[in-house]
């Protein structure tokens, strides 16, 4: 059987750090990918949108985010480089959804995997609700 896939956010990612609404929602999407029934696919910078939503929370010192970078480098996603295709969906579908070229570059992965795509960002999924779900429907 092949394993599920999923692309996830740095609004979801962010939330594995953090004890806030959606944080519990967030962790299940963790633990399936920890327990590999879960594949999570992820465009490059998930890794500096997630540290700077921890460095922009004041909760975090030096320290305590280059433990979350190093945590982060460790989880092993499928990550995807800024390339062609993907590349140009992103900027078509900032401009189709009228969403940020960051939000855009989770939406073009989605896409072009088939899968779902999965924020804690209400607004992007209002916008772009073929390709994403909210992490709090996880729990539904």
């Not at 990612?13 to 953090?18: C, I, Q, S």
């Not at 962790?27 to 460095?55: C, G, M, Q």
């Amino acid at each position: 059987m092949e394993k599920q896939k999923a692309v996830a956010d740095a609004s979801v990612v962010a939330k594995w750090f953090l004890n806030e609404e959606f944080s519990e929602e967030a962790r299940l999407l963790r633990d399936s990918f920890v327990k590999d029934e879960l594949a999570i696919s992820v465009p490059s910078l998930l890794f500096y949108e997630t540290l700077n939503a921890l460095r922009y929370t004041g909760l975090y010192n030096f320290e305590e985010l280059a433990s979350a970078a190093r945590s982060l480098s460790k989880y092993g996603f499928d990550v995807w480089e800024p390339r062609s295709r993907i590349y140009e969906e992103t900027a078509k579908m900032s401009l189709q959804y009228d969403i940020s070229v960051y939000d855009a570059a989770y939406v073009a992965l989605a896409s072009y995997l088939g899968t779902t795509l999965y924020t804690a960002d209400l607004e992007l999924v209002q916008k772009a609700p073929e390709y994403s779900k909210h992490v709090k429907d996880l729990m539904a």
